[in-house]
Structures are given as C-alpha cells and as structure tokens.
C-alpha cells in the first residue's frame, strides 16, 4: 500500500485510483525504476538518430560522432534483415553498420 489509509472490506492494494496512480508513477512497482531507465535510453537514442537525420531520408555519420551525440548502442528496439543487410533500430530510426561509417535511416510503417 502507498498511503496510510485503512482499508475497508477485502484487502486491496491501493486506497484510491489516485494512490495507485502515484503507486506506478514513482517507480515505485517492481522493476519501476529499470524500465524507467532502460525507457529514458531508448527515447534518447531515437532522439538523437530523428536529430541526426532531419528531413534527409539517409544520412551517413560514424559511431563515434554518434555516441558523442548521446547515442548509446547497447539500447536498441529491435534488429531487421532488409535486402540482405542488417538494420539496427530504436522505434522507427536505424542504422546499418557499413564498416567505417553508420547509415542512419527511417523506417517507415508498412502495416
């Protein structure tokens, strides 16, 4: 329980929506506060690669000018095979790795 309140009738967890709301905003749920944090990783890495790429469909960088943006590439969503080459994304922007230099691209929703 998050607050002090008695609980009346069988046993609840939470008093009210409002303390359960707390209850899960504060990381306080097992496991809150890595995900908080593996999430906070994610959003910037697709941050940085939406930064990076701008209005350009591909672009090109290195890694290194990539971390030094904030991109750190031990987090990442999901990894795609597309015409035999192997994409690497956060959400909807990726990159290849072509030796040398990192393509950064945008994936779009083919649903």
Known sequence: MVCDSKLKGRQERYCSTECKNKFH????APG???IKRITKKLHTN?????????????????????????????????IKDISGRRYFFTFDYGFRDDGEELKVVKAFNRD
Do not use: P
Not at 57 to 72: E, F, H, P, V
């Open 25 to 28: 905003r504060d990381g306080n």
């Open 46 to 78: 697709r941050q940085v690669l939406k930064e990076f790429l701008g209005e350009r469909s591909t672009a090109t960088i290195t890694r290194a000018k990539l971390a030094a943006l904030g991109y750190d590439d031990t987090y990442l969503t999901h």
């Open 32 to 34: 809150g506060k890595t």
